[in-house]
């Protein structure tokens, strides 16, 4: 506890430094190229995605990003976090210290319900400032680092499987070791001749597989059964997101892990998989929790049920990545790796200065001050649809 003394002392280095109000707000809403098709049974991306990029300018002369990266079938849209960003939540930032953050982000909570994206870029440009004046890394702000790589997942979602083979090639020359099969949109015909294909071919590989919510309750577990005998080792989220009963039955009936992704958002349902047993795993991704500390939060009441994470994504930038690879370095539960992959494999062009850091199959965290790595800023503006600054 500081005592009276101590505490003026620490408001007097506040005077001298350390105080950093925000000054300047800017919103930009881009769409970016893809470079192929996607289906993910709960949706298809053609031919890009789409955005909101918060960026913070402070008295210091610090500028700080954050990424909310929705989607209109699982998160909400890009629509709802610019407004929420530029209309909702500037007023209670503008002026307010970046010492601050979990305060701002309580305001943000009580002034504005749901818009966990928006409320994931604010908090990510909030640290990301934070930690460029005082020259930290973010993972260092969130409690100090527990790893400094992260195993990289990739996803397989093309409707061209062919054309996923041929990604294989150039992942494995990379040393990725896991890919996540989407199941569930074609048939199920069609996933296991997928499945049989890539323990033929890459005998090697960690293969998980991904339904997001493709499959009605009473044909997944026979359908289960048969993908089980791939030795997958996990099945994320087979049924719709409010089956949790459903969720919970296939836990106990299977044998093979299951994950829960779009069952489980944030803390609150995080407590009730815990209580209900309802997954194995759990998938935390800052635009389903609302921020790096709320899914630091899930995967705290997750290892205390003894369940592990997966540091999940959405259609994401490397700085949303970056944001991402700063909390799981930081959260030991959050042990089963990473798909942080869309920067490098799947846009047609990133945001980022440099390439997002990815070396023989892993993300390494960067070491450098607030998240890392600096925005281009020609880039985003190459690809902003709408803004708004002030
Ligand atoms: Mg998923």
């Known amino acids: 506890m500081a005592s009276g003394a101590s505490a ?3 408001a007097s280095s506040d005077s001298a430094g350390l105080a950093d109000p925000v000054e300047r707000l800017g919103v930009h809403h881009l769409r970016i190229p893809v470079k192929s098709p996607r289906d993910h049974g709960s949706g298809l991306v053609a031919d890009s995605v789409e955005i909101v990029l918060v960026r913070l300018d402070t008295k210091s002369g610090v500028s700080g990003w954050g990424e909310a990266a929705p989607w209109s079938v699982f998160t909400g849209t890009a629509e709802q976090a610019a407004a929420a960003l530029d209309r909702y939540l500037r007023p209670l930032v503008i002026g307010a210290d970046t010492a601050d953050i979990p305060a701002i982000m309580a305001k943000a909570d009580a ?7 928006a409320k994931a870029a604010l908090e990510t440009a909030l640290y990301d400032c934070r930690g460029r004046l005082l020259g930290l890394p973010v993972h260092a702000l969130l409690g100090g680092r527990f790893r400094d790589r992260i195993a990289l997942s990739v996803s397989l979602a093309d ?3 062919e054309a996923d083979l041929a ?3 150039r992942l494995t020359a990379d040393g990725i070791g896991i890919v996540k099969v989407k199941t569930g949109a074609s048939d199920h015909r069609f996933d296991l001749r997928r499945l049989e294909r890539l323990r033929a071919d890459f005998p090697q590989l960690d293969v998980r597989v991904d339904y997001n919510q493709g499959m ?16 997958v080792s996990f099945i994320e989220q087979p049924v719709p997101r409010t089956c949790w009963a459903a969720m919970a039955d296939l836990t106990g009936a299977l044998k093979t892990p299951v994950l829960a992704d779009e069952s489980v958002f944030g803390p609150d349902e995080a407590v009730r998989a815990v209580a209900e047993r309802f997954c194995d795993l759990i998938s935390v991704k800052l635009m389903k929790a609302g921020g790096l500390r709320r899914g630091m939060a899930v995967a705290a009441i997750a290892e205390a049920g003894g369940m592990a994470c997966y540091g999940g994504d959405m259609f994401e930038t490397g700085l949303a990545h970056l944001a991402g690879t700063h909390m799981i370095a930081a959260s030991a539960n959050i042990s089963l790796g990473c798909e942080f992959y869309q920067a490098k494999y799947y846009l047609a062009r990133d945001i980022l200065a440099e390439p997002f850091p990815i070396d023989n199959g892993a993300v ?13 800023v020609a880039a985003v503006n190459a690809h902003t649809i709408a803004q708004a600054d002030g």
Do not use: C, M, N, Y
């Open 8 to 10: 003026r002392q620490a």
């Open 111 to 117: 002034a504005l319900t749901g818009h966990r994206e």
């Open 159 to 161: 409707p061209d499987f």
């Open 167 to 169: 990604l294989l090639d």
């Open 216 to 231: 009605a309750p009473h044909e997944a577990r026979r359908r289960l059964a048969d993908i089980e005998s791939f030795d």
């Open 364 to 376: 390494v965290v960067p070491e450098g001050a607030g998240l890392g790595i600096d925005v281009d």
